[in-house]
């Protein structure tokens, strides 16, 4: 008799669940004062490390020592889902999403078919319908799919914009974006048969949005070659600096050439919920296809995308397939069948842990919280205008920073010294680890990054977090 048997008791698995939930509990509560960062130690990847390739034993072990076990994988991380995490576009995951996650997982009902459990499939839908209509503005008989992220959305868009623009031959059908692209637009164009040399880097404007006119002189020059435009990527809220294309003009551009239009708002979207958002992303209501990212600006635990579309039935001709095996399946009624709509058939019902959020904290709890990342992003834009030895190329669109080290003069000499200092600055207020910041390329030079996305950032950590930016800053001697 194994101590944990596959079915435990009553007793057992309350035992089992209280076990986890103090920790979880415990963990949360103790998030603000946790090391924003753990550096990797050769020690740690010979011991730690390496001891989790250990393969599962034939005798079961205890829960509470697994626990510890995995707190101590857990820690050896960056700490995502705390306050200091600055860094790339930040995803906190919300408890509530992981109540909802526990129940899911737990009740574990069938997601890829709506009859199998049409309330649940309903819920999913309802939570699409939303981000769609309400978040997106597009219009009855737009629709979607949850996927596992950003990446898998783009993929699909990128798969129904080919089947719908180019039908079955791809070799001359070409794709449109800019530099600030997150990758996975091109991985995606990729995946989906496109050759990489189709896949057209739009130039940007001196304010590092892509450039209407160029990409219209691009498309014209390609059409004219003999090639098919099909495809036009434009980001709402690029991953290095948080920039915004000139949507209202490229939906012009794409409706004018008759190519498919596809917003990459993964960090951006959902900043639609606030007023300011609103403003600055109008144009979404023109695209033929967007992709969200719940787990960036909705606080949803990793592995919660989405896509929607203008069209639903355009996503499923390019997505869908059956098989004898489901023949005793009901045809699906007023809610699609995700598997129809995406490559996966068996998955969880993706919504329940966007739903229970949505209806327990409502609406205007994420407008809110949203509405306090573009406060506090344009306070940490303020604040570091005016510490001389830092330039900042930019105003944030939304809640992305950037700013550098402010070279001695305009020689390529003292942009490389600059670059240097910039490197050094970004490990020093990094070893603090209280906060993390990333870095990345813009236009050639090196520069760092403040992402204020997590629900867990507020302003005593911003605060803390321009403290140690500019006592760092100040400490860079000048040239
Ligand atoms: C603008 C943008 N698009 C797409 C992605 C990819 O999303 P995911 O990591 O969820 O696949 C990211 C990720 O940071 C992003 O910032």
């Avoid at 550096?39 to 509470?64: C, M, N, W």
């Avoid at 490197?423 to 403040?450: K, P």
Wanted: include cysteine; proline fraction near 5%; glycine fraction near 8%.
């Amino acid at each position: 008799m194994h101590r944990f048997p596959l079915e435990p008791d009553r007793t057992a698995m309350m035992k089992m669940g209280r076990l986890v939930l103090d920790r979880v509990v415990d963990r949360t509560e103790n998030l603000a004062a946790r090391p924003a960062s753990s550096p990797l130690s050769p020690q740690t990847e010979t011991g730690l490390v390496q001891s989790f390739l250990a393969l599962p034993p034939a005798q079961g072990g205890e829960l509470k020592d697994l626990l510890a076990r995995l707190d101590e994988a857990a820690d050896c991380a960056l700490e995502t889902a705390g306050p200091g995490h600055l860094a790339y576009i930040p995803g906190s995951g919300l408890y509530s999403a992981a109540l909802a996650e526990f129940y899911n997982r737990a009740v574990n009902r069938y997601g890829g078919l709506a009859s199998v459990a049409p309330a649940l499939a309903a819920l999913e839908e309802s939570v699409i319908r939303w981000m769609a209509r309400e978040v997106c503005g597009l219009p009855v008989g737009s629709g979607g799919l949850l996927t596992s992220g950003g990446s898998m959305a783009t993929l699909c868009a990128t798969v129904a914009a080919r089947h719908n623009r180019l039908g079955e031959d791809l070799a001359d059908g070409t794709v449109y974006t800019t530099a600030f692209a997150h990758h996975s637009v091109a991985k995606a164009a990729r995946l989906a048969g496109i050759r990489a040399a189709h896949i057209r880097t739009v130039p940007h404007t001196p304010d590092l949005r892509m450039d209407p006119r160029a990409a219209a002189a691009m498309i014209r020059a390609d059409r004219a070659a003999g090639l098919r435009p099909f495809l036009l990527v434009a980001t709402a809220g690029t991953t290095d600096t948080g920039t915004i294309d000139p949507l209202p003009q490229l939906a012009d551009l794409a409706r004018r050439e008759d190519v498919w239009f596809h917003i990459d708002a993964a960090y951006g979207g959902f900043f639609r919920l606030t007023s300011r958002g609103d403003e600055r992303l109008a144009g979404f209501e023109e695209a033929d296809s967007i992709t969200l990212d719940p787990h960036k600006t909705l606080f949803m635990p990793f592995g919660t995308g989405a896509l929607v579309v203008r069209d639903l039935a355009a996503l499923h001709a390019a997505h869908d397939g059956t098989g004898s095996y489901l023949q005793d399946m009901q045809a699906a009624g007023s809610v699609p069948d995700s598997s129809r709509l995406g490559p996966e058939l068996t998955h969880e019902i993706r919504g329940l842990r966007v739903w229970l959020p949505l209806h327990l904290h409502g609406v205007d709890a994420f407008r809110e919280a949203l509405d306090e990342k573009l406060d506090l992003a344009a306070h940490v834009h303020d604040t570091l205008s005016g510490v001389t030895q830092l330039e900042l190329p930019q105003r944030p669109d939304l809640s992305t920073v950037i700013f550098r080290v402010r070279p001695a003069d305009g020689s390529q000499a003292a942009a490389e010294l600059a670059d240097e200092a910039s490197r050094r600055l970004l490990e020093r207020i990094n070893g603090h680890r209280r906060v993390v910041l990333s870095s990345t390329v813009v236009d050639g030079r090196y520069t760092l990054r403040v992402c204020v996305v997590s629900h867990r950032t507020h302003h005593d950590r911003i605060t803390e977090a321009l403290k140690i930016i500019t006592a760092e800053a100040r400490n860079i001697p000048t040239a």
